[in-house]
């Protein structure tokens, strides 16, 4: 982990965190959703593995089936789509995804000292799965995805930080994506570098468990 020690204690007066590959990782059960929905269809022939969905975590949940099925006419491509997105809605219903290591403390200690929120590029129904899983979920103040608007994550940083009236977030990720959202939302980044991405610069800090953050903020 590098820091900057107590440096960032009292700076912030909330922190948004991403969800994949930050608070969670749900890629082994959503690659089993996808799998059980691309035997509906009679047109996509590759299988859909663990590798291919974190390939393609933390991108806007309509980018992702464009990555993956360039090729498919759109609207074969829309309605597996739409088929994918309930059977990963029912299957992390069912089961959830694992939780990272000291969620629980961690979310505890920090509702403490600051208002806790969620920013997402998943569709909508996702983060309140994941909520429906976590132990500490009342500690989550709000939340926002790009399911809801159809918006790019920097818009809906924004939208959080307006309407909660934030006057010092913080937003915490995995990727290089989450790390230019933030900073377009004109908001400091810490990268956790146990997620699905590289950010090697720009970040105020690097953390690699959830548990750093005690130490830190």
């Known amino acids: 982990m590098q820091t900057e020690g107590s440096s960032l204690k009292n700076k912030f ?16 059960n959503v690659a089993l ?10 047109y996509v022939t ?27 006419d759109v609207e074969k ?12 809605i029912d299957t992390l219903h069912a089961i959830g995804g694992d ?6 403390d961690t979310v505890k200690y920090l509702a403490g ?6 920013v997402s590029n998943c569709q909508s129904g996702y983060i309140g799965t994941f909520l429906s899983h976590c132990p500490v ?20 940083i924004r939208d959080v930080v307006n309407d909660h009236h934030l006057q010092a977030p913080v937003y915490i990720g995995d990727t290089k994506g989450d790390y230019d959202s933030a900073t377009k939302a004109g908001v400091p980044f810490i990268f956790a570098d ?9 970040q105020i800090t690097t953390i690699s468990g959830l548990g750093d953050l005690v130490g830190l903020l």
């Open 46 to 72: 590759e299988a859909i593995t663990v590798e291919r969905v974190k390939s393609i975590t933390g991108m806007a949940y309509d980018a992702i089936f464009e990555v993956l099925l360039p090729d498919l």
């Open 137 to 156: 979920a009342e500690y989550f103040s709000g939340h926002q995805c790009y399911g809801t608007k159809g918006r790019p994550k920097a818009e809906n």
């Open 113 to 118: 000292k600051y208002k806790l929120f969620i």
């Open 13 to 28: 007066d909330s922190i948004i965190f991403d969800l994949d590959g930050t608070l969670w990782d749900s890629t082994g």
């Open 99 to 104: 939780l990272y290591p000291d969620l629980g």
């Open 33 to 42: 959703a996808w799998e059980q929905a691309r035997k509906q269809v009679d």
């Open 77 to 88: 491509r829309n309605y597996f789509k739409a088929l994918c997105a309930q059977s990963e």
């Open 194 to 202: 146990y997620g699905f991405g590289k950010v090697e610069e720009g």
